[in-house]
């Protein structure tokens, strides 16, 4: 497949791009870079279709398709008209026809729309604004002054607009659908590439598009006042746009627009285009592409809880703002409909201003019982999984539940099991997670994983129910005071609703707190209340999106210019010995996290939700820490015990890397967190600076303030220069370790966070003198060698030196088999033992792939729970990988059944491999604690057969010569499939030998 670097800027040995190539090459079909141009103007669209089969083509960054045309009988799909209304330039010279705005466009018949209009009634002109149309409803950015809608987003199924352009109808199929293979050009190459590649096969002269996209960076305008006034709105534009561009990070958008050649356009006789397009509309054709090309687009802001996936699943009330798209924007990833303009464009029908109602119906309220209710207050918040067992006390909600069509209803086998998933959930999705259950053991059947999502950090509303109010304290089945078992178990909300008017202010208050301080909280609902008419209607729910009001764009300016003078005094000195810790909060960021590293030749330390956040094969990746509460292996521990300065990126606990033994802090750190309330959750340690905002924005922002200057060598690092004006005489980091110095406190790294209470109160002495391996570490990676272990060709990064005998399979060579056949968008799920261990260290994942795992509570059983919500959640775009061992996923193997249901009932297909490690011990007791007894498993069932009872696949394998055979089986396969891997009893995995191969080549350098 054709992939132009140049394009996207990416690198070819960049994870990322192995895998648009991979996914290219996966594609049996002609690929659109090798087709010829067009055979003339006639036809066009036919001939594009002729090279789209159903599997579509690949070419640079996009993947393009053509919807399947139905069988023969079927009815043909109606094609989209592409129509324009009014005039651009009314808008831009303020002067638009008096008798044209006064007519009406019904939105009922529109698929999409864009430009400047207004929902006001005929006569009323105070409010026309920037405008996008979809789904039946025109959303206009209000600039009716003196008013509560000012500048602010209005909709209605009415519009009169000054200038517009159309697609219709509502139900038109598009031409052909772009689909992203991967982010992060700006929106004008993005749609650069999309229409210089279609444009030269099709010979078309435009097109308009409509669809989902998701922007990594959104820039966006609006316009703040009518453009009614017969004046220039780009000569007056400190009058007309007062307000600073908008600047939004990771956000869904609708976004309509148009983009043509207009020298094409006029060569050909196509007329209409300068209807809607302007030159410098959302700038001129990207990098490459001719003058002539024009492009302008608008968009809606999507509220985070809306989990459409596509525009015609989007409500009015998912809608935030619409802004005019910036070209400079960064696109992360879009799923575009489009249609050929080769032909001249008529204008829109429109009714005339007497057809509109003066008064619109209003619909009446719809009333509902109070399960209704909360249900679909879960759904407004982004909820579309909820897990739970069932019970008497619970029938009006999970009735409620399976009622509606915005949740699945998850029925798991063991209520424990349904608190795991949701705990995954919240984990996976970064959404609100949610679990219920019945009275008595099914509450208490939920606690571990109420735990789990509270140490782990995790937004999770649990909903429980309670006897008829009548009887509660005194019922002799299933009734138990559940709010006062969950509160002493640490959940800071737990309580009882104790009636239908207290049940949703109470579900407000919990839901808000769960998704602001990312915790657990708990409501018991009585079963009648549950069953009675809810006081209110129903109605979009107020604690939806209560992370926004908490999450900061950005920090102030001047704390990222101290931030980088920090870290300049940390490292041109030559002294500065900074270490890079990861969170799961971290996702998304790798690539910037990778290239700060480089620029600070500072090494990278994950915990295990972070693996997979960078590249682990990159040689300044020194492994995960924090497993079973140990600092890592030998190399990690060096880094720790004489780092100077952390970084901590989104991660909930950083004992390990700031404490000494006794628990004291005793480095200082630097703090990036999404919003402020993850500062406030792990305030117990301080921070010389706290740096709030989209944390991938953030890294972008400090890096344009640690770009090489004169006198500074990017390769290798900063150089040793000092006195420049920014960097200060004496670093905080500095004047740290010298009172450190002086305090003669112990510096040694924990050598288990579990056991920080067992120091003895005088503990060693301040070792601030490093041993000859840790000096000889750091001026290895000072110097650049690393630069050198990057070439190299080896797999994984920690090589596994151990043996085994030849009748078992080898653990490590089962992980690096494993997670090279892993895909970017495939979830390892990691179990709690042993195989912990063994995943954290012998699986090698380069392309940004998920880890999920009971981190801080250690819940055995986790990894299969896990891994059936993330194939739940990933569908057909990528596969739940679990390793667990024979201990483990016998504790929850029964949720083998609710896997088995959920996939029989979905319409997408669904994969879960599980890679069962079985050595009929309990390995982390019986390795982990001398003298441990009791720890002997037996002889294990037949793993594989107990798959097949449950509908799926499975493989057992004992030596390594039939592991790549079962591995390739195992990753083409749909559904349910188990390899049972037999594995040698007496490996210790914490004993195991493991040489780090970027530690070999740099000291060999």
């Not at 602010?152 to 109808?169: Q, W």
């Not at 590649?197 to 078309?204: D, H, P, Q, T, Y």
């Not at 979830?827 to 012998?842: E, K, N, P, Q, R």
């Amino acid at each position: 497949a054709a992939v132009t670097h140049g394009t996207c800027g990416t690198c070819g040995s960049c994870g990322k791009m192995a895998e648009v190539v991979r996914r290219c090459m996966d594609i049996k079909v002609p690929r659109l870079g090798s087709l010829s141009t067009s055979t003339g103007a006639e036809g066009s669209l036919a001939e594009f279709q002729a090279h789209c089969t159903d599997q579509g083509l690949d070419c640079d960054t996009i993947h393009y398709s053509v919807p399947r045309r139905p069988s023969k009988g079927g009815d043909m799909p109606k094609r989209g008209r592409v129509t324009f209304l009014g005039d651009v330039d009314w808008v831009i010279q303020g002067n638009p026809d008096p008798e044209k705005v006064q007519q009406i466009v019904d939105m009922s018949g529109i698929r999409y729309g864009f430009e400047a209009g207004t929902t006001a009634p005929p006569g009323d002109d105070a409010a026309h604004g920037e405008m996008v149309a979809f789904n039946g409803c025109g959303f206009v950015k209000s600039t009716r002054t003196g008013s509560s809608e000012y500048y602010k987003t209005v909709y209605g199924p009415y519009l009169r607009c000054e200038a517009a352009g159309f697609i219709s109808p509502a139900d038109a199929q598009a031409d052909f659908v772009a689909t992203t293979l991967h982010g992060g050009m700006t929106w004008n190459s993005a749609l650069n590439d999309m229409f210089s590649n279609v444009e030269s096969r099709c010979g078309a002269a435009g097109a308009a598009f409509g669809g989902m996209v998701h922007f990594e960076k959104l820039v966006g305008v609006a316009i703040a006042l009518p453009t009614m006034a017969k004046e220039n709105i780009f000569e007056a534009k400190e009058k007309y746009y007062p307000f600073a561009p908008h600047v939004e990070h990771n956000v869904n958008c609708v976004v309509v627009g148009f983009i043509a050649d207009m020298e094409l356009a006029e060569k050909k006789g196509i007329k209409g285009l300068d209807k809607v397009l302007y030159k410098g509309a959302s700038g001129s054709a990207g990098a490459g592409a001719v003058d002539t090309l024009s492009l302008h687009a608008h968009l809606v802001t999507l509220r985070r809880s809306c989990v459409a996936k596509r525009a015609q699943d989007v409500r009015p009330q998912d809608v935030k703002e619409v802004y005019h798209l910036d070209s400079s924007s960064i696109v992360g990833s879009f799923t575009l409909e489009a249609w050929f303009i080769d032909k001249s464009m008529e204008e829109h029908e429109t009714l005339p201003p007497s057809s509109l109602p003066r008064a619109m119906p209003s619909a009446a309220p719809a009333k509902c019982n109070c399960s209704e209710w909360v249900v679909n207050a879960l759904a407004d918040a982004g909820v579309t999984h909820i897990f739970g067992g069932h019970g008497g006390a619970l029938v009006p909600m999970v009735n409620a539940i399976c009622k509606n069509p915005r949740v699945k209803w998850i029925y798991t086998r063991n209520e424990a099991n349904a608190s795991l998933m949701a705990a995954a959930y919240a984990k996976l999705t970064g959404r609100l997670a949610v679990c219920v259950a019945t009275s008595g053991p099914g509450a208490s059947n939920l606690t571990t994983g109420l735990l789990d999502a509270l140490q782990d950090q995790c937004s999770m509303v649990a909903i429980t129910g309670l006897k008829p109010r009548a009887g509660i304290g005194y019922s002799e089945f299933q009734d138990l005071q559940q709010s006062r078992m969950f509160a002493a178990g640490g959940l800071p909300t737990s309580l009882d609703v104790h009636s239908a008017d207290a049940l949703i202010p109470l579900l407000r208050d919990g839901v808000a707190k769960a998704l602001t301080l990312r915790t657990c909280v708990h409501l018991g609902v009585p079963v009648d209340v549950q069953a009675t008419e809810s006081p209110v209607p129903l109605k979009p729910f107020c604690a939806a999106d209560v992370r926004d009001d908490v999450e900061l764009a950005t920090s102030h300016s001047h704390t990222l210019k101290n931030v980088a003078n920090e870290l300049r005094a940390a490292c041109e000195r030559g002294s500065g010995r900074v270490v890079i810790a990861l969170g799961h909060r971290a996702v998304g960021c790798g690539e910037e996290i990778l290239r700060l590293a480089e620029r600070l030749g500072a090494p990278v330390l994950t915990r295990l939700d972070a693996k997979g956040v960078v590249d682990e094969s990159h040689p300044l990746v020194f492994g995960v820490v924090g497993v079973h509460g140990k600092s890592g292996l030998e190399k990690a521990t060096q880094v720790i015990e004489s780092a100077q300065l952390i970084i901590s990126i989104g991660s909930h606990d950083d004992t390990l890397l700031l404490c000494n033994r006794a628990g004291l802090q005793i480095r200082p750190m630097i703090k990036f967190e999404p919003d402020a309330m993850c500062l406030q959750i792990n305030a117990r340690y301080r921070a010389l600076y706290d740096v709030v905002g989209n944390i991938k924005y953030m890294l972008s922002r400090l890096l344009e303030q640690l770009a090489p200057k004169s006198g500074m060598t990017p390769k290798s690092g900063m150089s040793p220069k000092s006195g420049t004006d920014s960097t200060p005489q004496i670093s905080l980091m500095e004047s740290w370790s010298r009172e450190l110095a002086y305090s003669g406190m112990d510096v040694s790294a924990p050598p288990d966070a579990a056991t920080l209470h067992l120091a003895t109160p005088h503990a060693q002495a301040a070792r601030l003198e490093m041993s000859e391996e840790s000096k000889q570490l750091w001026k290895s990676i000072r110097e650049g060698k690393w630069r050198a272990a990057q070439t190299r060709e080896s797999g994984g990064r920690f090589q596994c030196t151990s043996n085994v005998s030849s009748s078992f399979c080898h653990p490590a060579t089962v992980m690096e088999e494993m997670s090279g056949r892993m895909g970017a968008d495939d979830v390892l799920c990691v179990d709690v033992g042993d195989v912990t261990l063994w995943a954290s260290l012998s699986a090698s994942l380069t392309k940004g792939q998920r880890t999920l795992s009971s981190e801080r509570l250690g819940t055995m059983g986790y990894g299969l729970c896990a891994g059936i919500v993330a194939s739940l959640v990933r569908g057909r775009t990528g596969r739940a990988v679990v390793v667990t061992g024979d201990g483990g996923i016998q504790m929850t193997i029964n949720e083998l059944g609710t896997a088995k249901q959920m996939f029989e009932e979905s319409d997408e297909e669904h994969s879960l491999i599980i890679v069962l490690l079985d050595n009929s011990v309990l390995g982390r007791v019986a390795f982990g604690f001398e003298g441990a007894m009791g720890c002997d498993l037996g002889s294990s069932p037949d793993f594989v057969m107990l798959a097949k009872a449950y509908g799926g696949q499975g493989r057992m394998v004992s030596s390594c010569d039939e592991l790549e055979g079962a591995m390739d089986e195992a990753f083409k396969s749909k559904g349910i499939f188990m390899l049972h891997v037999k594995t040698d009893p007496d490996l210790k995995a914490d004993m195991a030998t493991f040489q780090d191969t970027s530690i070999t080549m740099m000291n060999s350098g």
